[in-house]
């Protein structure tokens, strides 16, 4: 279960993050650019995790 959580987090991540900077879907309310800062390191960091749960629970560690 722990593998799955570590696939979709990384792909839930990355469309949220095109989702909010969408300026036809959000307008005036998406995203700035420090918020995009962080959101990127925050998706980097899930992408990450998610490889090292993959990786583990496939006995590579």
Known sequence: MQALNGILLPVIAIYLMIVMNNKKLLGEHRNGWFINIIGT???????F???????????AF
Not at 41 to 47: A, M, R, W
Not at 49 to 59: C, E, I
């Open 41 to 47: 390191i925050i998706t980097g960091v899930c992408i």
């Open 49 to 59: 995790l998610g490889g090292y749960s993959v990786l583990d629970a496939f006995g």
